[in-house]
């Protein structure tokens, strides 16, 4: 299985479309990062956790599920890079490979030694950009079949009951 821990306000710092949002309204940018995320997860089939430093939202730690991404805000005093170090360690296993999506040099550095996988934020979006044309792609040949009979017939014999459904003989 395949995790990947996303570095929410690190992400939105560094998506021109999330900072532009986080600039006038930033929990409109929290949900549209997780919205993109889950379309990341839907199409990936990677487990998807989008982690949130406490210094944004005062308070206790909070965990919920939002369109099947799990979206987890650190306790004070704890930032998103300690948590998502802390959850890189105890996800890893022989049948994981946790991938952590982050431009903070620093913390690129610590997840190597956990034995995770890095994406930038710009890798993350290049990737992302390719995903939402991949959706595209399938939703517009989804779009461009024509309505399958529930009698499988010829396209002879379909053309013949057009006619008689038109009144042409």
């Given at each position: 299985m395949d995790i990947l821990l996303v570095d929410g306000y690190n992400i939105i710092g560094a998506w021109p479309e999330l900072r532009v949002l986080k600039d006038r309204d930033l929990p409109a940018a929290r949900d549209r990062l997780v919205e993109r995320m889950a379309e990341y997860q839907a199409f990936s089939g990677y487990?998807?956790?989008?982690?949130?430093?406490?210094?944004?939202v005062q308070g206790t730690e909070k965990k919920y599920k939002n369109h099947k991404v799990e979206v987890i805000f650190t306790k004070e005093n704890e930032t998103a890079d300690e948590r998502i170090e802390k959850m890189a360690i105890s996800l890893n296993n022989r049948r994981t490979q946790i991938h952590v999506a982050t431009s903070d040099y620093t913390e690129q550095w610590a997840i190597f030694g956990q034995g995770a996988l890095r994406k930038s934020a710009r890798e993350l979006l290049v990737e992302m950009s390719s995903i939402e044309k991949g959706i595209e792609k399938k939703v517009k040949k989804i779009q461009e079949k024509k309505p399958v009979s529930k009698i499988?017939?010829?396209?002879?014999?379909a053309e013949i009951f057009e006619k008689w459904r038109r009144g042409q003989k």
């Open positions: 487990r998807v956790i989008v982690v949130f430093d406490a210094y944004y499988p017939i010829s396209d002879e014999i």
